[in-house]
């Protein structure tokens, strides 16, 4: 599998009389991986949230392959989307392994135990994430980063065509933000990602698309999106944009605001 395509077009999404996200199109073609960035509040986990359904669009649609993602049927949505999002809560009363096992139940049947197969999917994306020796540990009780890569192991595990995810990194050090990363470049599946870090973005995505007050204002590849203008008007930031000379991709430096810079000598 490479992934499946992805089509959000023209989605607007209110809650009560609050509107979160006004006519956002999105498209991803399969085994793109597509960042989703912009401030606090500028609808990314509510974009994300149509996508793997949980909150109805009030107009437009998002497509999966051409069909309508809120009228195929729901074990057919969960064989082939994957979501890891923030609001997975910690009250699994579960083993690590038996989390990442339930990523396999939209591949079987009610009672079905696990196959061979199954077992190798749950301890390599467990190995993956760097989660094998976590595997007998209750879930409920691991630290924040432990729990995330384990989350991200069960989607993993679950083998999408689509994996949808919110602020994977969260939590995350240094070491494991790269690893997850660069274990979501490479899986054969079209990725949609909200991320904060601008630079993790630019690395890893093919494209971008900048969210503000629930509106796409710029979408493109990295270095057409991330420009001085950009990042002043979305998060009023300055900000120095250059080309890194090893990866290529844009380099993004934040410069302290004027009367917080320390005084020259
Ligand atoms: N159920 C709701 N009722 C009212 N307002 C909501 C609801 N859910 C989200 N919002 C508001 O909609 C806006 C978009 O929220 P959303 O969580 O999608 O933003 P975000 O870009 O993911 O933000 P962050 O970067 O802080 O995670 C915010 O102003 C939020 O307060």
Redesign the pocket.
């Known amino acids: 599998m490479t992934g499946t395509e992805l089509a959000v077009e023209g989605v607007t999404l209110t ?2 009389a ?1 509107r ?2 006004r006519d956002v199109s999105l498209t991803a073609r399969p085994g793109e991986m597509i960042g989703l960035v ?10 994300l949230r149509a996508v793997y359904r949980v909150l109805r669009p009030e107009a437009g649609q998002v497509r999966v392959d051409g069909a309508d993602a809120w009228s195929m049927p729901v074990r057919h949505l969960a064989r082939t989307v994957a979501a890891v999002v ?1 609001e997975a809560g910690a009250d699994f009363d579960l083993t690590v392994r038996e989390v990442v096992a339930m990523g396999r139940t939209p591949h079987k049947r009610l009672l079905d135990g696990d196959t061979a197969e199954d077992r190798l999917l749950i301890e390599s994306a467990l190995t993956s994430v760097d989660a094998a020796e976590l595997a007998d540990r209750p879930f409920d009780r691991l630290s924040g980063g432990e729990r995330q890569r384990v989350l991200i192991a069960r989607a993993l595990a679950q083998r999408p065509a689509l994996l949808v995810l ?2 994977p990194t969260n939590h995350l050090d240094i070491r494991h933000q790269l690893d997850v990363l660069g274990i979501l470049r490479r899986m054969p599946a079209t990725v949609l990602v ?1 991320l ?1 870090d601008l630079n993790l973005a630019a690395h890893y995505c093919d494209r971008l698309y900048v ?1 503000c007050d ?1 509106e796409v204002v710029a979408a493109g590849p990295p270095a057409e999106v991330l420009t001085p203008a950009l990042l002043n008007d979305v998060y009023g930031v300055t900000a120095e944009v250059t080309v890194h000379a090893r990866t290529g991709a844009p380099q993004v430096t934040f410069l302290p605001d004027e009367a917080a810079r320390p005084a020259l000598a």
Request: aromatic residues 0%; charged residues 15%; without cysteine.
């Open positions: 809650a009560g609050h979160l996200v912009g401030p606090n509040g500028s609808g990314k986990s509510s974009l923030q919110d602020e909200a904060h969210l629930g």
